[in-house]
């Protein structure tokens, strides 16, 4: 209803670090989980095997009956409690609009969809209604004592509407939520496993803004940290690297599939090098980069096989309403197009 | 869609405290910035103008036109950013239930409110919809070409939207959208300012879960902190206490309104002492007590020359989908008319 909710009101400012110390040595060694460290040491959700279960049926219905090759989205931040009933958490900033939107070109491109998405971040479709700066019931109006959409909002809404119901009776959307780095890690292990049958005809598009530090649960306070237990007034917060499951990913949990990472930086002048090295180290297929200031206006595209490769909206096309997945996606598509051939020969 | 998504994902783990460190002394001091510092030294939104001329037209119309009594409930948790091109922040856990359910009583029972939550957080009304595990769009349907609202829920959305637009229409419900804790800080204290002219007829409902640390503007780093940059892939972060500003509010900014505070705890034991603490503390008239386990099944009124006194819903109740906060807002009012009359004095 305000019409400032719809600015930015993050506050900048040009001062340089002091609050973050990396200098500290405790915690070491020990603390650095690897990948397998960090399964042994922290307790799967419990409601894994659930989630499993959808899976299997998921999976098997497009690979017998559809045909369908399944790209797994994954969307929004992470959280990382910093107490065991949870009150405070570090989180990072997602609205989860490109895993959502992604999720919609892939749908509309023949693909089925398996959305693991932070709990209450945007979802396909839904999207174009639930984080607007409007109320669900402004789109709503009331005639002859009966409530309905209102007749201005009707028509692009049964478009929307249209394009949804056409996923969920062609059961092609399969939505699975987290919500602290613990659910995700262990759910998209769950994911890779189960769409090893899938071989080169999943797609992983690992948009999610995955937490790079956590706190171990060993070190976790039970009750909400008090601000009185402090000295001086200063609370200092020990946090250990996630480990980097992306490896794992790579080399065991999946079989064949194309894996796509995201990199999201701030400072333009890391942005490449970052991307590149990613790509280095995991050994996977493509890497899409891109700034968190011009993230809806441009991204790139690094492969160890191609040249850098820039799409970029015009101002035009922003201003029209133009989603810049539209154009990733296909372009993602052709890739695996390439991905599958070559796997066949 | 799924249904897990009604689950609460937090895994428990009984064991004890040791990655927060309340012990280190570094930053003391000068860190700890008293209510004043805090204004000296951080920058207030760019948008605050703009509330002011909404909040002012709001107050003086309820002032000589409508005569209304006004709540302000604040409502959501507040962020701190760790960096200033913010991708990571701390959050406090809020869905903004109880301030949002809070609202919808106040103004059914004649009150005028300013809400003052975080953006997405639940609002009034629009509540009853936008974070159920229901996307959306599952409450349409398609009929004859036109998209409907579905007639299953027809009948109890119409209920919800003409409360709604009776808000709406009679300019009852002012919503205020922040997200930081510098945003919370600068509303508030604006809040209070507009609303001297109120005086006894105004009262305050502070729900959001406010932030006690925070990274002051000085020590923010300027863009994405790199895990390559931490030394055994440990990241220390320190936060400042966020000033005690109820004191200010009570003692300056706000004038004979009636002041109500929240004291939200995981620790039975804590419950009672904490809120007795704050109140000694502050001198304001009402802290309501709460535990994160029970919130939405009992609380606690705790005031200076009152017995304590507990709200609580039976089982049968809650499974009926009775809303503690029936029971509260009455309450709250029966001691509101009190602190008018006491003011008339």
């Known amino acids: 209803m305000s019409p ?39 307790k799967p959700p ?44 570090i989180d990072n900033f997602s609205a989860g609009t490109r895993g959502a939107t992604s999720a919609e070109y892939f749908l509309e491109n023949g693909y089925a969809v398996i959305f693991l998405h932070r709990e209450f971040s945007l979802l396909p479709y839904s999207r174009h209604y639930s984080h607007s700066t409007n109320c669900f019931l402004d789109y709503m109006t009331e005639s002859n004592g009966k409530i309905e959409i209102d007749p201005k909002f009707s028509d692009a809404m049964l ?11 062609s059961s092609s959307l399969l939505l699975i939520p987290y919500t602290t780095v613990n659910q995700y890690l262990y759910t998209l292990k769950l994911i890779s496993e189960e769409l090893k049958v899938y071989g080169s005809k999943a797609v992983f598009y690992l948009a999610a803004a995955v937490s790079d530090f956590f706190i171990p649960e060993s070190r976790m306070p039970q009750h909400k940290i008090q601000s009185s237990a402090t000295q001086n007034g200063e609370l200092s917060i020990h946090l250990a690297q996630v480990p980097k499951f992306l490896s794992r990913l790579v080399d065991n949990w999946s ?31 493509l890497v899409i980069g891109n700034l968190l ?5 441009e991204v790139v595209f690094v492969s160890s096989d191609k040249e850098d490769h820039w799409i970029r909206l015009t101002d035009e096309e922003l201003k029209n309403g133009k989603m810049i997945e539209s154009e990733m996606i296909p372009a993602v598509i052709k890739l695996h197009d390439e991905w599958i051939k070559k796997a066949k020969i």
Request: proline share 3%.
């Open 46 to 89: 419990s409601y894994l095997p659930e989630i499993k279960q959808e899976l299997e049926e998921f999976v098997s219905y497009h690979k017998e009956t559809t045909g369908k090759r399944i790209a797994l989205v994954t969307s929004g931040g992470t959280t990382v409690p910093l107490e065991n009933n949870t009150v405070r958490f």
């Open 293 to 297: 200031q011009t993230r809806k206006k």
């Open 255 to 285: 079989s064949g599939a194309m894996i796509i990472s995201f990199k999201l930086e701030t400072d333009n002048n890391l942005l490449l090098k970052k991307a590149r090295s990613a790509l280095e180290r995991y050994h996977h297929q």
């Open 159 to 169: 478009q929307v509407y249209r394009k949804y119901k056409q996923a969920q009776d």
């Open 4 to 42: 400032i909710s719809q600015k930015n009101f993050h506050t900048a400012n040009p001062e340089e670090a002091t609050a973050i110390d990396r200098s500290i040595p405790e915690f070491a060694a020990a603390q650095v989980s690897d990948e397998d460290d960090y399964f042994a040491n922290h």
